[in-house]
């Protein structure tokens, strides 16, 4: 069993920067691909990015990708995302997920455990 909890959170204007944290309990997390997901309020969660067990691959969807980055350090049981040049489009609650089987299931959405979500709100 794995739990996670996001922080990191908040309300800024566009073209600021917010860095979400997710921290996961238990001995495993190096076992568990990791990623963000995100959902807009009336819109499905849709993926955001992903990172690999060992950290050595990342991914982002297209919306996102030059502006955010993440990273994960094993050693603390955390993933990080960076969020550059927000925008009001990024505004959703930002969902931290974990998989054990691999990072392309993860994108998929096919997840083991889900966070219980932190708001990112940009206003223009």
């Known amino acids: 069993q794995v739990q996670l909890v996001e922080s990191g959170g908040g309300s800024v204007q566009t073209g600021e920067s917010l860095r979400l944290s997710c921290a996961a309990s238990?001995?495993?997390?190096?076992?568990?691909?990791m990623g963000w997901f995100r959902q807009a309020p009336g819109k499905e969660r849709e993926f955001v990015s992903s990172?690999?067990?060992?950290?050595?691959?990342?991914y982002y969807a297209d919306s996102v990708k030059g502006r955010f980055s993440i990273w994960r350090d094993n050693a603390k049981n955390t993933v990080t995302l960076q969020m550059n040049s927000l925008k009001p489009e990024d505004t959703a609650v930002y969902y931290c997920?974990?998989?054990?089987?691999?990072?392309?299931?993860?994108?998929?959405?096919?997840?083991?455990?889900w966070g219980q979500g932190t708001q990112v709100t940009v206003s223009s």
């Open positions: 997920a974990a998989d054990l089987t691999s990072e392309i299931r993860l994108r998929q959405g096919l997840v083991n455990y």
């Open positions: 238990g001995r495993t997390f190096g076992r568990y691909a």
């Open positions: 990172i690999s067990k060992n950290g050595g691959s990342m």
